[in-house]
């Protein structure tokens, strides 16, 4: 099993931003296109005041500010010069969900699905949508937004797949503002209960998503095997297809986050490989396993895994 895909964490609220320009961006997708990255997905478009490009629809009605460069036309156009399929993000307002007001959160996303297809729709990478509001239990609102925000997007391009990345309830679905990395076994979901939920969820989503790649830093790895085969027969079941998350940042760690140790990577891809994932994407290449991160911890973690890709 190997990663073939990557977010790329723009906008953040939790990892410390790299700064880079179309420089370091333009050699970061090259060093990607060189290991096998076919797919890239921008993680949001725009979190509370900050966003990627220069929106219209955000500035006027969020009060967003506008960036001094257009990241998203950088990315398009650095996906199409290295042949990268690209997903575009949706916005997270972090105002509405949770509070009754998720019918604005919906029409904000409407209003810059249409602003972003109009803008921007004549690159050729722009290849898909990606939902970014993360659940990982049972919430008949959120699977009310999923739909029908998905089912416009589908209205929009229909030809478009839409991609979710939910989390998996396990012993790590914790607050990373806390130091503690683990909560009582007790408050985690079991296979049972998280098939259940799924399936109910999945069978919301029929017509409005395509693709479904579980985060899978949430669960012990002895847990991993397991709750990859499930969440691939329920992706099979409902006629979704299925990624996984294969995170690359490790949460067992009291400062959050660092770069995985390589043994806990291999392990997952090892499970994902046996749950027979059609395809691994990672959160984040460009910060925990790129040779030109911040981090020196991910220049190990790009060799090591080179080494069992085979390319040293």
């Given at each position: 099993m190997k990663i073939t895909g990557t977010f790329l964490d723009e906008i953040s609220h939790d990892i410390p931003h790299q700064n880079w320009g179309y420089k370091e961006w333009d050699r970061d997708f090259k060093c990607m296109?060189?290991?096998?990255?076919?797919?890239v997905i921008m993680i949001r478009c725009g979190?509370?005041?900050?966003?990627?490009?220069?929106?219209?629809?955000?500035?006027?009605?969020?009060?967003c500010f506008i960036?001094?460069?257009?990241?998203?036309?950088?990315?398009?156009?650095?996906?199409?010069?290295?042949?990268?399929?690209?997903?575009?993000?949706?916005?997270?307002?972090?105002?509405?969900?949770?509070?009754?007001?998720?019918?604005?959160?919906?029409?904000?996303?409407?209003?810059?699905?249409?602003?972003?297809w109009t803008e921007y729709g004549?690159?050729?990478?722009?290849?898909?949508?990606?939902?970014?509001?993360?659940?990982?239990r049972k919430s008949q609102v959120m699977i009310d937004l999923y739909a029908r925000v998905g089912k416009f997007c589908k209205d929009i391009t229909p030809n478009l797949p839409t991609l979710i990345s939910p989390g998996i309830q396990g012993?790590?679905?914790?607050?990373?503002?806390?130091?503690?990395?683990?909560?009582?076994?007790?408050?985690?979901?079991?296979?049972?209960?998280?098939?259940?939920?799924?399936?109910?969820?999945?069978?919301g989503l029929k017509g409005a998503v395509d693709i479904v790649a579980f985060q899978?830093?949430?669960?012990?790895?002895?847990?991993?095997?397991?709750?990859?085969?499930?969440?691939?027969e329920l992706g099979d079941r409902h006629g979704l297809r299925s990624w996984t998350n294969t995170e690359s940042f490790d949460r067992d760690m009291p400062i959050k986050f660092f770069p995985v140790k390589w043994e806990k990577l291999l392990l997952k891809l090892k499970a994902a490989e046996k749950a027979g994932m059609e395809k691994s994407i990672?959160?984040?290449?460009?910060?925990?396993?790129?040779?030109?991160?911040s981090y020196l911890q991910a220049h190990g973690l790009f060799d090591r895994y080179c080494e069992y890709i085979k390319l040293r």
């Open positions: 296109k060189s290991i096998g990255i076919d797919t979190w509370k005041h900050w966003m990627t490009y220069p929106s219209k629809v955000l500035n006027k009605e969020m009060g960036p001094p460069d257009d990241l998203l036309k950088m990315f398009l156009e650095l996906a199409g010069k290295y042949n990268i399929a690209f997903f575009f993000g949706l916005y997270d307002s972090h105002k509405y969900l949770g509070l009754g007001q998720e019918q604005k959160e919906i029409d904000i996303s409407k209003r810059i699905i249409e602003e972003v004549h690159y050729p990478a722009l290849k898909g949508w990606y939902l970014s509001w993360e659940i990982s012993a790590k679905a914790i607050s990373q503002w806390v130091s503690q990395t683990s909560q009582d076994k007790a408050l985690s979901i079991t296979p049972e209960e998280h098939e259940k939920e799924w399936d109910e969820i999945m069978a899978d830093g949430h669960i012990d790895f002895d847990e991993a095997e397991e709750f990859l085969c499930l969440n691939k990672t959160f984040e290449f460009s910060h925990f396993m790129s040779p030109n991160s």
